[in-house]
């Protein structure tokens, strides 16, 4: 079975900073996605950023980039000038065909941003 | 974008009773809807898989005659909590995809907070 594991329960930055929150995920499959989430307070989760497993190139998105290293099953998500609304627990996730087309989560990790 | 709405956002209820959660697609088809829990500071973990007229599948552990999964058109799921108890107690969230491949997008409800006295 899939697992996806996020080792960092909680992480800190401060405004305007960098911060790379990090995920590794296991996997016997080629073809599948990867995403991030982040749920605020509200707990709406909201699709951060997602990547193509056949895609080289890392996806990004305005502020927020993801480094995915196929062979070594990671996708961690770095997030430039953090801002406050930024604050969240971000979860790591994992789709493929074969498990049925539902999302895998790992752990999650909660971000701080200090003004 | 695409808007999935559930309902109610929060609910309290009496231990022995039973809830319904409604997981609405309101602007597309959703073949196929998930239920997920989430404790507090916790992941979300899934509890089964609906897929319009069909059986849904529940994931192990997860008691099919507890949770009651419906899933009668391609844009309502709901969720029955029956014989409620204070272990119920809970954030349920469902998410839609407008079809049954990996690649379909996702979209997820706000959420309904369970508390059971």
């Known amino acids: 079975a899939q697992t996806v594991t996020q080792s960092q329960p909680e992480m800190s930055v401060q405004e305007a900073e960098t911060v790379t929150l990090s995920c590794t995920y296991d996997t016997s499959e080629s073809d599948y996605y990867l995403f991030w989430y982040k749920q605020p307070p509200s707990r709406q989760m909201i699709l951060v950023i997602r990547q193509e497993a056949y895609k080289q190139q890392n996806a990004t998105e305005n502020r927020f980039s993801v480094n995915f290293q196929k062979a070594a099953k990671s996708f961690s998500l770095k997030i430039s000038d953090s801002q406050l609304g930024d604050a969240a627990m971000y979860f790591c996730a994992y789709r493929s065909a074969s498990s049925g087309s539902r999302l895998t989560f790992g752990e999650g990790t909660q971000l701080t941003v200090n003004p | 974008g695409a808007v999935v709405s559930q309902h109610p956002s929060w609910v309290i209820c009496k231990s022995g009773t039973s809830v319904k959660i409604e997981c609405r697609s309101l602007d597309f088809q959703a073949t196929t809807m998930f239920w997920y829990r989430q404790f507090p500071k916790q992941s979300l973990m899934l509890m089964a898989t609906s897929n319009e007229g069909s059986k849904a599948t529940y994931e192990q552990g997860v008691e099919k005659d507890k949770f009651l999964i419906n899933h009668a058109s391609l844009t309502l799921s709901t969720l029955t909590v029956t014989s409620a108890h204070p272990e119920d107690s809970s954030f349920y969230i469902c998410?839609?995809?407008?079809?049954?491949?990996?690649?379909?997008?996702?979209?997820f409800g706000n959420g309904t907070r369970l508390t059971v006295t």
């Open positions: 998410s839609a995809s407008k079809g049954s491949s990996y690649n379909s997008p996702l979209h």
